[in-house]
């Protein structure tokens, strides 16, 4: 008997929820800007068409839904299955080196006071790669911690393309060796999958994260966000012994 009572509990509230809500003309909002133009979402959204490294047929699928209501399950309950370099995500110092994964350096070990904060939205030169030339020619202040690098990868849509790409913006390593010895950054934020240029892939990863002080987050959406000073906001998933972690990051204009 009481088993029955719950089952026509469950239906009950089941019908009560269908009747709140309707089920005609149901269109989920999906924004990249909220609050009047204040908040901007600069996080991709992960769909099976997003470039994948050294792919050219996107992530593909990447959810399941094993338990549906459909098929009888009380609740829907999907899983998923994804790279942790894929989109919008951060790195972690064991990403490029062996013994700082094997002491734990990972997504779960980073500051997060360097992952939020002020941050500063510039535009790169679309000429070149992030040279120590490019670098000294944009003139970021002393004390300024946060930065994140707007390139020619916004201007081609290249995280809106399935096909990875070799040719995308990047950090060359006398470009990143520039900003660590002459700057106060401590997270560098890019509009592509990786922040090293492909031709300098590992050397200037190598560069950023051997001193455990700098932080790496790359696929940024940043088109439709005007330059400037914001607020950042970048929170990855605590995974214990993850290099890599999705990271969803958000700007508030001050």
């Given at each position: ?98 013994h700082y994964f094997d002491a734990g350096f990972d997504v779960d070990s980073l500051d997060l006071h360097i992952l939020n904060g002020p941050a500063l939205l510039i535009d790169v030169p679309r000429h070149s790669n992030i040279t120590a030339e490019v670098m000294e020619s944009l003139n970021i202040p002393r004390g300024v911690k946060r930065v994140l690098f707007r390139t020619l990868n916004t201007d081609r849509r ?97």
């Amino acid at each position: 008997m009481q088993c029955e009572a719950l089952s026509l509990i469950v239906c009950a509230l089941a019908v009560a929820i269908l009747a709140a809500n309707g089920d005609d003309n149901l269109v989920p909002p999906r924004r990249e800007v909220y609050d009047n133009g204040r908040i901007f979402d600069i996080s991709h959204r992960y769909q099976p068409e997003m470039p994948e490294w050294d792919s050219n047929d996107g992530i593909g699928q990447f959810l399941w839904l094993p338990k549906s209501m459909k098929n009888g399950s009380l609740a829907n309950n999907s899983e998923m299955k994804l790279p942790t370099h894929t989109g919008t995500h951060v790195d972690a110092p064991g990403h490029v080196f062996d013994h700082y994964f094997d002491a734990g350096f990972d997504v779960d070990s980073l500051d997060l006071h360097i992952l939020n904060g002020p941050a500063l939205l510039i535009d790169v030169p679309r000429h070149s790669n992030i040279t120590a030339e490019v670098m000294e020619s944009l003139n970021i202040p002393r004390g300024v911690k946060r930065v994140l690098f707007r390139t020619l990868n916004t201007d081609r849509r290249l995280m809106f393309q399935k096909e990875w790409v070799t040719s995308y913006v990047g950090f060359t390593v006398d470009g990143a060796k520039w900003l660590v010895e002459n700057t106060d950054i401590k997270l560098v934020g890019i509009d592509y999958l990786s922040v090293a240029a492909y031709d300098y892939l590992i050397p200037s990863h190598l560069v950023f994260l051997k001193d455990r002080e700098i932080v790496l987050v790359e696929g940024l959406k940043l088109d439709d966000v005007p330059a400037g000073l914001y607020s950042v906001h970048c929170l990855p998933l605590r995974l214990s012994g993850a290099e890599g972690s999705p990271i969803r990051c958000i700007l508030i204009k001050n």
